[in-house]
Structures are given as structure tokens and as C-alpha cells.
């Protein structure tokens, strides 16, 4: 493997990695900082990239980001609205949605599985544009979605310091506390999901438009690869701030698509890359457990070689 194919290898894997990190911001504010855990990502993902495809293609690429963004919120305001008005419990609001979501982007793409847009305008193609003739005219998708994450990173590092923001995060940790201090659980609730899933449905949209293309499953798996993600980077950032985890998210986005490139390097088939991902997550969530443990059974293990010892002697 020459350094060429390892280059585009690592800004394909970055690419989709940044790309992908804001879905894991969005777990980032509705698992860790609001304590719920949203089963309804690959739909809000696949509807963000229906939406954004359908408005590109009539048309317009940047109003496309807007549009995915607003029926993301819509779609987590359904969300938060099964869990807080209908007594539903959270995992099953988000498999609720998912599965409605299923039904709702297939009638957004037409009733038809795939859309195609190789000959669209896309947000991407607009950058291409601004940069042509400058060194950077390649790298019109980096671009693209740095800036799109440097806004993510940004806008929710201040936002989670606002009063709403500080309100949402004594959501995640204590709902009584919250109720009693006045300040309603199921108003916060509700606006976090709605910013989480605007994020997801960004992070479809951007997707679909890097690659040309959409199809039903996009979003497959969008919600293992996410935790995996959010774990892999915020695991070991638990006493920093808020800033240094969101960063600590997209960077755990990046390492996990990384490691799905030097899997398929090995030729891993494809039909292997989600038990991939769920190995991901199992090492990601044992690691700190099996470290917090290791002394304990260090001390075992030395206690049993020595009683061994002398039992030999």
C-alpha cells in the first residue's frame, strides 16, 4: 500500500468522520447531557437525508440544510412529546418514531428506495465553486464539514453554559430537583431532543449530499456507530468541560471511522462491519469498568499465585 492510497484512505475516513460526529453530538447532548437515550437516530438521520436530497434536487442545496435541520426538531419534538404527554417510556417513544420514520421518508423520496443525485447541485458543488482555482478546490468536503462542526461544537459549548442550557443538563441529572426549582422537566426535554435530532438529520443531509446519493437504509446502524463514537471519545473525558467533550466526541467519530477503514483494508466483508461496530461498543464500555477493576484483581491474583507458592513449597 503506497502513501497515495493511504492519504486518500485517511481523508475518506476523515471526511465521513466529521460528517458522522454530529450525529454523535447529538447522542452527546441527549444521552449524556439529558440522560435519554434516543432509539429513534437512523429514522431522524435517513429523514434529514431525504428532505435535504428532495429540496437540492428542486433546486436548492443550502436551503436543504435548514429544511433537514427543522424536520429533525419536528421529528424529536414528536419524540419528546410521546415520552412527556403520553406517558410512553423513552426507548419505546424512539423505536415508535423510527419505525413511523421508515414509512414518512419513503413518501419524502417518492415511494422509491434510492435517489439519485449525480447531476444535482449540492452544497458541496457550491463550496467546489467558491474555492475553483485555489489549492483548496479538493477539499471541498472537509471543508464543508469542518465548518459545519466547528459550528456544532461552538454553538452547543455556549449553549449548554446558557440558563436553558445549565437547566437541561439538571434535566439529565435530577428531574425532581428540576421540578422543584421551577423550571419544567418536559419544556427541556423537549428542547433538547428537538436540537439533538436537528443535528442527526444535518449529519443525513451533509451525508447524502457527499455522496451523490440516498437510500432507505442510510441511516442503518447510525445510532451503534454514534455510541460507539461518543464513547470511544468522552469515556475518558469525564471530569472536563463541556468544550473538551464535544471535542472528545467528534474525535472518538473520527477514530471509529478509521478503524472501519483498516477493517475493510483486511477485507472484512461487509455484512461484518456491524458486528464490528458492536465489538466497538462492547470494548468502549468494558475498558474503564475493567481498569476501575484491575487492581482489585490484581490483588486476587497475586493473593492466589502466593498461596500456591507456599502450598507448592
Not at 271 to 300: E, H
Amino acid at each position: 500500500m503506497n502513501f497515495s492510497v493511504v492519504g486518500m484512505l485517511t481523508q475518506t475516513a476523515l471526511e465521513l468522520g466529521l460528517i458522522s460526529s454530529l450525529t454523535v453530538l447529538a447522542l452527546f447532548l441527549s444521552y449524556s447531557m439529558l440522560n435519554v437515550c434516543d432509539l429513534s437516530t437512523d429514522g431522524c438521520f435517513t429523514l434529514g437525508a431525504a428532505v435535504g436530497a428532495v429540496v437540492a434536487i428542486g433546486g436548492h442545496p443550502l436551503l436543504s440544510i435548514p429544511a433537514a435541520m427543522l424536520a429533525g426538531m419536528l421529528s424529536g419534538f414528536i419524540t419528546a412529546f410521546l415520552q412527556t404527554r403520553m406517558g410512553i417510556n423513552s426507548l419505546l417513544a424512539g423505536i415508535i418514531v423510527n419505525t413511523g420514520l421508515y414509512s414518512i421518508n419513503l413518501a419524502i423520496m417518492g415511494n422509491s428506495a434510492i435517489l439519485n443525485m449525480n447531476r444535482t447541485p449540492t452544497v458541496f458543488v457550491k463550496m467546489r465553486e467558491a474555492l475553483k482555482g485555489s489549492p483548496l478546490e479538493k477539499q471541498s468536503v472537509l471543508i464543508v464539514a469542518l465548518i459545519a462542526v466547528a459550528l456544532a461544537v461552538l454553538i452547543l459549548s455556549l449553549f449548554l453554559k446558557t440558563k436553558l442550557g445549565l437547566a437541561i443538563r439538571a434535566t439529565g441529572d435530577n428531574p425532581d430537583m428540576v421540578r422543584s426549582s421551577s423550571v419544567n422537566p418536559v419544556f427541556t426535554t423537549t428542547v433538547g431532543l428537538c436540537l439533538s435530532n436537528a443535528l442527526t438529520a444535518l449529519s443525513g443531509c451533509l451525508l447524502a449530499q457527499s455522496q451523490k446519493s440516498v437510500n432507505i437504509d442510510i441511516g442503518s446502524g447510525m445510532v451503534t456507530v454514534a455510541l460507539a463514537s461518543l464513547l470511544i471519545g468522552t469515556v475518558f473525558l469525564k471530569r472536563k468541560s463541556i468544550p473538551i467533550k464535544a471535542v472528545g466526541a467528534v474525535a472518538g467519530s473520527i477514530v471509529f471511522r478509521l478503524v472501519y477503514t483498516i477493517a475493510l483494508r483486511f477485507n472484512i466483508p461487509a455484512s461484518m462491519l456491524k458486528l464490528v461496530s458492536s465489538i466497538i461498543v462492547i470494548i468502549a464500555i468494558s475498558v474503564p469498568y475493567l481498569k476501575q477493576q484491575y487492581p482489585t484483581i490484581k490483588r486476587r491474583l497475586t493473593a492466589s499465585v502466593g498461596k500456591e507458592a507456599r502450598r507448592n513449597a
